[in-house]
Nanobody
Framework: QVQLVESGGGSVQAGGSLRLSCAVS????????MGWFRQVPGNEREGIAG???????????YTADSVEGRFTISQDKANNKVYLQMNSLKPEDTAVYYC????????????????????WGQGTQVTVSS
């Protein structure tokens, strides 16, 4: 059974930092892409960052324009964890953050499309106050 469990959310003041973690278990695919999304009530889920494998151990990382230069995705493949480092947080970053897994290679054209991901975590709340 596939499980994705996020942690690291919380409340922080504007300008602060948080690091989200996603622990992945039960995934049988040897190569899979991971993504971080966020959602506020009434809005669609927004792709924030993605990471996708290529040949020879190379991974491509993608970041949405809205968080470019502030958020960074990384992964610890040996321990099946994916991280989202969030710096210089703004009140508009307030949302529920989700990690997601896809059993396929994703590219710059589709890493941010939620329907490309098969499995999702339960979400973790991030609240940024001004």
């Amino acid at each position: 059974q596939v499980q994705l469990v996020e942690s690291g959310g919380g409340s922080v003041q504007a300008g602060g930092s948080l690091r989200l973690s996603c622990a992945v278990s039960g995934y049988t695919y040897s190569k899979y892409s991971m993504g971080w999304f966020r959602q506020v009530p009434g809005n669609e889920r927004e792709g924030i960052a993605g990471i996708s494998p290529r040949d020879r151990g190379i991974y491509y990382a993608y970041t949405a324009d809205s968080v470019e230069g502030r958020f960074t995705i990384s992964q610890d493949k040996a321990n099946n964890k994916v991280y989202l480092q969030m710096n210089s947080l703004k009140p508009e970053d307030t949302a529920v953050y989700y990690c997601a897994a896809a059993p396929r290679t994703l590219t710059s054209a589709d890493w941010f499309v939620a329907s490309n991901y098969n499995d999702w975590g339960q979400g973790t709340q991030v609240t940024v106050s001004s």
